[in-house]
């Protein structure tokens, strides 16, 4: 394979490289300084006592940024770059260029209530850990100085709002108001170290930020009941703010079109493949029973028989926290991907601030600026949950799939490939890090594993893993059929409970996810397609000197990069 390590210098360019590394400094506080959320997330707690006001103003300010950023980049070549700034100088374009057209084309803020919110960044600093609660209440009283102003322009802002958004916008800040600037709050500064003057100045912020939620909520309830097809716009955002957003947030060597017929080839071979499974498990499982003919009842049929093996209630934790030393094993045994012992997953339950986003696992990474913090695997169990509902939640996640979801979350997949992303020296890749290539890298290692042997090729765990896949495929042809081809709801939901076996809850919700999000759908298979060609590519190259250890460190060397870089750097093209 064509060997190359992401870190070289090339001597004769040190100085050129030095000159963009300094450059890349400035920008990054310059750009942290626009975007202060972007910074509190990143871990740089520098700018946590601004709350910016996304007006005329500002919004004249951000894309003179982009434009004046664009252009020095330019000054700088590829050639008088290293790979690692190469890379770099790509994602800052491509970054640029999505603010800016998000500024000028996209206009969220007009037309998405649920856009302006000052509730979650406030939340980030006010569970914090990185700072004493003193510190951290002094940056939020800052904060709030503009809270009220800033939902002034959030009125002045918004024409023509969707429907979806305005009702996302009043749950959440329904939601948030109390939660984040309720009781609680009020009780830690009570128990604070402030002083009593501090205190008494943030207690009213707090109570002013509260209001201020609460009568934007107020607010957009009344424009809802005088809503109609004039001064509404529809949630679809259309072929042309389509194709774009997926360019510049994808980043992809694929056109949206592209991986919508992709993906729509992809379902045909997987419901291939499916059916014949099923008809090699029918008689184990059926020995008396006649298969049905239909393959897509049969199929069903199976998945069904399949997910009543799960493990029980109380146990849902504990399972998931056993099987990561086994997945571990696994890798170290096949040689498939070298795992640094010193920073192990912690697995845990979601802590309570967390709750409620709707997910039952996530990782919890440390950012590029606090890399030796612990990485947590954050798993909400079942306690909230009815007899029933615990049921089919766990008939979900039954023991197949839990498997497939460790190996997608931890081993080798989210985890795996943070650990190695904090290794990269970029702060440019943690920071605008490509969602693309981070979910595709935990989708094919799902594949991955099951190819090098993991389940021992059971076409139990097969059949599963394809019920499973199929959702990511079926993520990208439901997104653009919805935002692009116009598709309706009820066919909309056919797609996902016909076409990829999923119960209706999940395909209500997924029908919800769909109107209040674009492009982002389609990034797991996007990704994964990439790496997977990228894989077959090098591998027909290097023929039977192919080495797979050594393509996955490789290709996770390079930082959370789009796919598409990666591979013109592995091998050696120059844009
Ligand atoms: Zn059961
Ligand atoms: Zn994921």
Redesign the pocket.
């Known amino acids: 394979m064509v060997s190359v390590s992401c870190n070289q210098k090339d001597p004769e360019n040190n100085t050129a490289s030095a000159a963009f590394e300094a450059y890349e400094k400035r920008f990054i506080e310059q750009y942290f300084a626009l975007f202060p959320g972007t910074a509190l997330y990143a871990g740089d707690h520098r700018f946590d006592d601004r709350m910016l006001i996304p007006d005329a103003d500002y919004v004249r300010e951000v894309v003179s940024f982009c434009e004046q950023n664009l252009d020095s980049l330019e000054q700088f070549t590829d050639a008088s770059l290293n790979d690692n700034l190469r890379i770099d100088r790509w994602m800052m374009r491509d970054q640029l260029n999505l603010v800016r057209w998000s500024y000028t084309e996209f206009h969220s803020l007009e037309w998405n209530p649920s856009a302006w919110n000052i509730a979650g960044d406030c939340a980030e600093i006010i569970n914090g850990r990185y700072a004493p609660l003193e510190i951290r209440l002094r940056s939020l009283n800052s904060r709030l100085k503009n809270a009220v102003r800033y939902y002034e322009a959030a009125r002045k802002s918004i024409v023509k709002p969707t429907r979806e958004h305005t009702d996302l916008a009043i749950l959440q800040h329904d939601g948030a108001a109390d939660e984040v600037f309720g009781k609680s709050l009020l009780d830690s500064l009570t128990a604070s170290g402030l002083s009593e003057e501090e205190k008494v100045e943030l207690k009213d912020r707090i109570i002013e930020a509260n209001a201020a939620m609460k009568s934007y909520s107020v607010w957009l309830k009344d424009l809802r009941k005088g809503f109609n097809d004039q001064n509404t716009r529809s949630f679809r955002i259309g072929k042309t703010l389509y194709d774009k957003k997926f360019e510049y947030e994808i980043v992809s060597g694929y056109t949206a079109e592209e991986i919508y017929n992709y993906a729509l080839e992809r379902r045909k071979v997987i419901h291939h493949e499916m059916a014949a499974l099923s008809r090699q498990l029918w008689p184990k499982y059926f020995p008396e029973k006649v298969m049905p003919s239909d393959s897509l009842i049969l199929i069903r049929k199976m998945i069904d028989t399949l997910s009543v093996q799960h493990v029980a209630p109380d146990s849902f934790l504990v399972a998931i926290e056993r099987q990561i030393p086994e997945l571990e094993k696994f890798v170290a045994d096949k040689n498939l991907i070298y795992l640094d012992p010193t920073k192990p997953l912690k697995v845990r339950k979601t802590p309570a601030y967390m709750e409620g986003s709707g997910a039952g696992a996530s990782i919890s990474s440390p950012g590029p600026f606090d890399k030796n913090a612990n990485t947590y695997y954050n798993v909400s169990p079942l306690n909230g949950y009815s007899p029933e509902e615990a049921e089919s939640y766990l008939r979900e996640y039954n023991s197949y799939i839990l498997q497939i979801l460790n190996i ?2 931890a081993v080798p ?2 985890y795996t490939q943070l650990v190695y992303s904090n290794n990269s020296p970029s702060l440019i890749k943690s920071i605008f890090g490509n969602g693309a290539m981070v ?1 595709g890298w ?1 989708v094919y290692g799902e594949r991955m594993m099951l190819e090098n042997g993991y389940g021992g090729n059971q076409p139990e765990m097969w059949l599963m893993y394809y019920k499973w896949h199929l959702r990511t495929v079926c993520n990208t042809i439901l997104d653009y059929s919805v935002h692009v081809l116009n598709i309706q709801e009820e066919e909309a939901k056919k797609l996902l409970i016909d076409g990829a076996f999923q119960q209706k809850a999940e395909a209500d919700g997924k029908w919800t996810r769909v109107k209040l999000s674009q492009v982002q759908l389609c990034s797991y298979f996007t990704g994964y397609s990439e790496i997977y060609a990228l894989r077959n590519e090098l591998q027909q190259k290097a023929g039977s000197q192919f080495n797979l250890k050594k393509f996955h460190e490789e290709f996770l060397s390079y930082g959370s990069a789009p796919v598409k870089y990666i591979r013109d750097l592995m091998l050696k093209v120059t844009q």
């Open positions: 997608h979350e997949g989210h979910e935990a």
